[in-house]
């Protein structure tokens, strides 16, 4: 088992800094301010907007962290909840996480993160494994779904190694009750994820997916609903709509329209083989009446899925919003995350 270096942590493909910069590269294409700029050359630049941190937890958190290396491009943080750590015959719930950013920023490494599943894996009794997958534009969709099956597929074999001989922190995971979940764009990599494979049926034997848990999924269409149109509902999301736009474009194959069924889910039947399905949606949030219509839908295809509306917030408040209203909301979702891991 190896641990990374924090030195490739997705935060820009260019250290440098400063007008001769932007003479080198040319003019910008793309921008999400503070977050992501795409010169005409193909640079990438994204500042170091949230900290990056090691897995060091503190004592007092209750659990043990530790990144593991899977290839150049792709590596996890694993979180174990110490009551299981403590007990050889103690076996967890899996939950593989998906973190967010509008498939072109953020990293498993970063604080808010790397705080929301800490208090998760303890609160919610589950082992976590956290997924760094590749991002766009550098890594245009379908990227980040191969390294969500990839990860999947690499945990398998861990389990099934010959000789027992996985690393001990593997017997942890009870396999035949994982979930996929993930916020924002890792909300929508988590569904991708589970309709591949869901459709292959190759991990049938090996891996029970019991549930999918998306916390505002990102999700797109090119018709725009009414909660996109109204902008007021910004000042209180971290999600804008000329955001959301830019990320599309970014993360898209070249071509693609908004009907993708990578962007929206609607226009494709694949969603009815899904399993149990928890949707979490913000008051504030432009995707809220998009994550309706979706709950909607897969309800009419016979699935049971339970959504929830958190008032008084916006997108990714779980992460990015510390205000009491926010920890009350947060509290809540930790509550029904455990029951519906625990009794799905």
Not at 21 to 36: A, D, F, K, M, W
Not at 148 to 163: D, P, Y
Not at 272 to 277: E, Y
Request: glycine share 8%.
């Amino acid at each position: 088992m190896a641990t990374i270096s924090f030195s490739h942590n997705h935060q820009s493909s260019d250290n440098r800094r400063g007008g001769s910069h932007h003479h080198r590269h040319g003019p910008v294409v793309e921008e999400i301010e503070g977050l992501i700029k795409v010169f005409n050359d193909g640079c990438v630049e994204r500042p170091p907007i949230v900290p990056i941190v090691s897995p060091t937890i503190h004592p007092s958190s209750k659990a043990t962290a530790f990144d593991i290396k899977l290839s150049n491009d792709t590596w996890t943080r694993v979180y174990i909840p110490d009551a299981a750590a403590a007990s050889p015959s103690v076996t967890l719930p899996l939950l593989v996480y998906f973190h967010g950013g509008g498939f072109c920023v953020g990293s498993a490494a970063w604080s808010c993160y790397h705080d929301f599943l800490t208090s998760l894996a303890v609160k919610a009794r589950c082992v976590i494994v956290s997924v760094n997958y590749r991002l766009a534009p550098e890594h245009r969709l379908p990227a980040a779904y191969d390294d969500g099956v990839n990860v999947v597929s690499w945990l398998i074999k861990q389990h099934i190694s010959t000789g027992g001989g996985y690393p001990s922190w593997v017997s942890k995971c009870n396999l035949s009750n994982v979930f996929l979940a993930g916020d924002s764009a890792g909300a929508n990599i988590a569904y991708q994820v589970a309709v591949r494979i869901m459709a292959s049926g190759k991990y049938a034997n090996t891996l029970h997916l019991k549930g999918i848990i998306l916390i505002h999924p990102f999700f797109g269409g090119e018709s725009r609903t009414s909660s996109e149109k109204q902008q007021h509902h910004t000042k209180s999301s971290a999600l804008t709509l000329s955001a959301s736009d830019a990320y599309w474009r970014l993360a898209l194959p070249r071509g693609a329209s908004r009907d993708h069924p990578w962007c929206n889910p609607l226009m494709s039947s694949a969603g009815a083989k899904l399993p149990t399905t928890m949707v979490f949606m913000a008051e504030f949030d432009i995707l809220k009446e998009r994550n309706l219509e979706m709950c909607k839908v897969m309800r009419s295809h016979g699935k049971r899925v339970e959504g929830i509306v958190h008032g008084g917030v916006g997108h990714a408040f779980h992460i990015l919003d510390n205000s009491s209203v926010s920890r009350d909301r947060i509290h809540d979702m930790m509550c029904r995350l455990h029951n519906f891991i625990h009794l799905s």
